[in-house]
Structures are given as structure tokens and as C-alpha cells.
């Protein structure tokens, strides 16, 4: 099926840093959409994007959407502890049908 | 507006034994997606439903998994007889989709099964 590889898994940083992440497939996407999972919570909502090139920023928050149709990065500024917590990509297939397919999440802990 | 509730937020059964979880979605959503993480992996879909129908049920793993909605408002999801394999989070969504690129999905907090 198809699967979208997402990394780095996880990642330590100090406040303030800049953090980058990203997420490929082998296959088309239609569009891609980044959500940040707090513990004891389900997945919000962070950036969606639905045009290949698109990019788009949402506060400290900063998506793009490949050109290629196949992979997207999210990069976030200036990192506070807030920020911690599991980032999962997730987008419709071209060809596919209404049913997200996510990535493995990206575990982030921000040091103070 | 109330968001995406999900019922109960932890189950701890026994291999065997039966589980129903249940989810309510944002008032007015005709869009029910069931998803399940287990630990480690990806959040992987099991169905979608429209109003009262299954419009996909592609991703239910076997048939011990029963999706409802009756009347087209909240769905349960029953396992039985749960396995230790079952074990997961199980999250809801829902969506009021106006058009399939601008489908947002809102999701709840999740049910953590336990199987033991």
C-alpha cells in the first residue's frame, strides 16, 4: 500500500532553534497537511496545503508542498517547549480516495 | 462548537473479551473516519462512513471489527472478540467535505486500548 516515510523520527533540540522535518512517497499526493499530536490528544491541524509549490506559513509554523507532488517539508522557528510533541504528515493519494495516509510522526523534545 | 468526542478515553481488556468504543462527531459532519495507531507506527485508516453509510472500509483489519452509525450521528466501533494485536489508539475524525481537497478531518483525543 502506499506509504509515506517520514523523518527524522524523533529529535532533541534547545529553545530557540530552528527544526525541519519532512515527508516523502513514491507515489503522487493531491495534498499534503501537516498535524501536531499533544499527549492525551489527537492529531490538530497545523498546515494544509493543496497545490504542488505551494507554501504556506501558519505563525512560527512553515509548509511546503513539493513540486514534484511527492514530498513535503514543515519547518518551525524559534522553537519553545510548547512545540513538543508527535508531527505527522498526512495526504490524499492522487488516485486515491477520501482516507488519509500518515506518516510515522516525528517525536520532538525541545530542551529549555 | 463542541469538537470531535470519543468515549471511553482508555479500555483495558482482556484477549477475549468485548469492546465498544464510541465516537460523536462535530455537529452537522455527514463525514465519520475511524483510525488506529499502534505503538510506533503510523496512523493507519480502517473506514469512513457518510451519513449512515461505509462509504470505505478497506482499512478494517478482520471481522472481530464492527462499525456502526445508526441514524447517521455517532458510530461505534465494537471489537470482538479482542485480540492482543488490537491494541492501539483508535481515533475518530470527522469532516464536513465540501469538496475532497479542502476535506478536513478534526480529530478526537482517541481511545488507548490495552489487550491483555
Redesign the interface.
Known sequence: GQQLNQSPQSMFIQEGEDVSMNCTSSSIFNTWLWYKQDPGEGPVLLIALYKAGELTSNGRLTAQFGITRKDSFLNISASIPSDVGIYFCAGFPYSGTYKYIFGTGTRLKVLA | EAG?T?FP?HSVIEKGQTVTLRCDPISGHD?L?W?RRVM??????LL?FVKESK??E??MPNNRFLAERTGGTYSTLKVQPAELEDSGVY?C?SSH?LT???????????TRLTVL
Open positions: 470531535v470519543q478515553s463525514n473516519y483510525y510506533g507506527k503510523e496512523i493507519k485508516f469512513h462509504q470505505d478497506s482499512g481515533f475524525a467535505r475532497r481537497s479542502t476535506d478536513t478531518q478534526y480529530f478526537g483525543p482517541g
